[in-house]
C-alpha cells in the first residue's frame, strides 16, 4: 500500500504560536491530500481539502485563515495551525487521496498550552 | 444527509468471547465501506474494505465484517477476542473516486481476562 509519512508525531506549542504539520507521500504522487481532525473521546471529522496547485477547500466552521494549507507538490501537503490556542489541541491526520484506497499518515497529536 | 452511525459507544466482553460491532451508515451514492481500529495515543490501523463483491470481506487480526445492502449496515465480527483487541473502532464510509472519509464516532472495546 501507500506510503505516507506525516511529521512530527507529538508536539506541544505555547499558545499563540504556530506549527507546521507536514504530510508526505513517499511511493505515489497525491493531488488531492484530505486533513482531518479528532478531537479527545470524539470521531475524526474533515476538516479540509488541499489540491496541489491551487486553493484547498475548508470544511464547514473551519477557519481558512487559521488552519493554513499548502499543497506546493504532489508528493507534500502541510497544515499549519496559526495562532495556536488551547482549544486547537487535537490529533490531526492526514489522508492522500487514492482510488479505491484510504491510507492515513501517522497523525500529529497536537497540545497547546 | 450522509452519515455512519455507530450505536455502541463502549462495549465490553470477556478474552475468548465473541465479538460484533454494529455500523449503519447513510450514503447518496455507492458506498465504499471500512473498518479502522485505533489504540491509545496511536493512528488509524486499516481492518478491511468493502467496495463490490463478497458481501463477507475477511480483514487482519482475525476480523470479518458483512455488508448488508438491505439494512444499510456494515457489522465488523471477530469470533475469539483477545486482550491486545481492547481499542477504539471506527466504521467509515466513502465512494470509490472521492476517498473523503466520513466516519462513526467509534465504539470504544473493552476486553477483560
Known amino acids: 500500500g501507500a506510503v505516507v509519512s506525516q511529521h512530527p508525531s507529538r508536539v506541544i506549542c505555547k499558545s499563540g504560536t504556530s506549527v507546521k504539520i507536514e504530510c508526505r507521500s513517499l511511493d505515489f504522487q497525491a493531488t488531492t491530500m484530505f486533513w482531518y481532525r479528532q478531537f479527545p473521546k470524539q470521531s475524526l471529522m474533515l476538516m479540509a481539502t488541499s489540491n496541489e496547485g491551487s486553493k484547498a477547500t475548508y470544511e464547514q466552521g473551519v477557519e481558512k485563515d487559521k488552519f493554513l494549507i499548502n499543497h506546493a507538490s504532489l508528493t507534500l501537503s502541510t497544515l499549519t495551525v496559526t495562532s495556536a490556542h488551547p482549544e486547537d489541541s487535537s490529533f490531526y491526520i492526514c489522508?492522500?487521496?487514492?482510488?479505491?484506497?484510504?491510507?492515513f499518515g501517522q497523525g500529529t497529536r497536537l497540545t497547546v498550552v | 444527509a450522509q452519515s455512519v452511525t455507530q450505536p455502541d459507544i463502549h462495549i465490553t466482553v470477556s478474552e475468548g468471547a465473541s465479538l460484533e460491532l454494529r455500523c449503519n451508515y447513510s450514503y447518496g451514492a455507492t458506498p465504499y465501506l471500512f473498518w479502522y481500529v485505533q489504540s491509545p495515543g496511536q493512528g488509524l490501523q486499516l481492518l478491511l474494505k468493502y467496495f463490490s463483491g463478497d458481501t463477507l470481506v475477511q480483514g487482519i487480526k482475525g476480523f470479518e465484517a458483512e455488508f448488508k445492502r438491505s439494512q444499510s449496515s456494515f457489522n465488523l465480527r471477530k469470533p475469539s477476542v483477545h486482550w491486545s483487541d481492547a481499542a477504539e473502532y471506527f466504521c467509515a464510509v466513502g465512494s470509490y473516486n472521492t476517498d473523503k472519509l466520513i466516519f462513526g464516532t467509534g465504539t470504544r472495546l473493552q476486553v477483560f481476562p
Open positions: 489522508s492522500p487521496q487514492v482510488p479505491g484506497e484510504a491510507f
